[in-house]
């Protein structure tokens, strides 16, 4: 597609609800990453995927979370037994390498009420 | 670790004015690529320019440059003939190898008429 292409926009879940979120990135982009931006903060790195394989997911804050991108095209976020801090922006981005300059979606809005 | 420094967290300009605003970074790395997003109130990141450890000269898109004084480690960007839709957050990130960007808190810009 011509962009990166978010869904939902919105999503309000209850506390210990599961969530997953859909990321589907520039055809023909390589690499895809997630971020986690909490209110009036900057994007913080969840992990980085190269094609189908994830090659860092350091930024993932506990075990709850999980991504995928089995075909290396179209990744899901998922997040187990949601919490209130996990209330933020999701961001998606893809990008030709790893050393371009990522293209972003317009984001998951998470409030875990 | 890479980081990034944005000391202002908002700032005014007048309508048609240039503005500057800060950033700096830590790396221990010697190749690297430096970038700047706006980000809007709809949420979604916009590329807006990018210099590289390595570029003789400072990078300009545009109304956008970059003053980059890598001796000092730091990567302004300079925002001439501001215009209403200025008024934005922006983030300054940083990456290199094999490493994801690394975004700075951000700086929120707001143009006066």
């Known amino acids: 597609g011509a962009g990166v292409s978010q869904s939902p926009r919105y999503k309000v879940a209850k506390r210990g609800q599961d969530v997953a979120l859909r990321c589907d990135p520039i055809s023909g982009h390589v690499s895809l990453f997630w971020y986690q931006q909490a209110l009036g903060q900057g994007p913080e790195f969840l992990t980085y995927?190269?094609?189908?394989?994830?090659?860092?997911k350091s930024g993932l804050p506990s075990d709850r979370f999980f991504a995928e991108r089995p075909e290396g095209s179209v990744s899901t976020l998922k997040i187990q037994r949601t919490q209130q801090e996990d209330s933020a922006v999701y961001l998606c981005?893809?990008?030709?390498?790893?050393?371009?300059?990522?293209?972003f979606g317009s984001g998951t809005r998470l409030t875990v009420v | 670790a890479q980081k990034i420094t944005q000391t202002q967290p908002g700032m005014f300009v007048q309508e048609k004015e240039a503005v500057t605003l800060d950033c700096t970074y830590d790396t221990s790395d010697p190749s690297y690529g430096l970038f700047w997003y706006k980000q809007p109130s709809s949420g979604e990141m916009i590329f807006l320019i990018y210099q590289g450890s390595y570029d003789q000269q400072n990078a300009t898109e545009g109304r956008y440059s970059l003053n980059f004084q890598k001796a000092r480690k730091s990567a302004n960007l300079v925002i001439s003939a501001s215009q209403l839709g200025d008024s934005a957050m922006y983030f300054c990130a940083i990456n290199s190898g094999n490493t994801p960007l690394v975004f700075g808190k951000g700086t929120r810009l707001s143009v006066i008429a």
């Open positions: 981005a893809s990008s030709l390498l790893q050393a371009y300059g990522y293209t």
């Open positions: 995927f190269q094609n189908e394989a994830q090659l860092d």
